[in-house]
Nanobody, 123 residues
Framework: QVQLVESGGGLVQPGGSLRLSCAASGGAFGIYAMGWFRQAPGKEREFAAAISWSGRTTHYASSVKGRFTISRDNAKKTVYLQMNSLKPEDTAVYYC????????????????WGQGTQVTVSS
């Protein structure tokens, strides 16, 4: 099973940008679809973005589409989430997730999770 470690979170002002990274180990990264999820205080964890193993197919939640970009570097076993035009409502713990296969439109079957990284958007 793949192990995942997120980094890149922090405090940013509204309208700012952050790039999250998720480094994978212990599995065949190239066969996993990867996703980013987030959980705000007092709310359930929600899907943000996903990318196929090849990187050719992506899928975004409507709340982040046009502002966030997911990408991956299979040689580095790393997936990224570029977050632009950040809003206070983007404040959450962001989790990286993985699943074998290549279907990114299904988001409730990710089985491997990282420990999360905090993103706070505030002035």
């Amino acid at each position: 099973q793949v192990q995942l470690v997120e980094s890149g979170g922090g405090l940013v002002q509204p309208g700012g940008s952050l790039r999250l990274s998720c480094a994978a180990s212990g599995g065949a990264f190239g066969i996993y679809a990867m996703g980013w999820f987030r959980q705000a205080p007092g709310k359930e964890r929600e899907f943000a973005a996903a990318i196929s193993w090849s990187g050719r197919t992506t899928h975004y939640a409507s709340s982040v589409k046009g502002r966030f970009t997911i990408s991956r570097d299979n040689a580095k076993k790393t997936v990224y989430l570029q977050m632009n035009s950040l809003k206070p409502e983007d404040t959450a713990v962001y989790y990286c997730a993985a699943k074998p296969g290549d279907v990114v439109l299904v988001t409730n079957d990710f089985g491997s999770w990282g420990q999360g990284t905090q993103v706070t958007v505030s002035s």
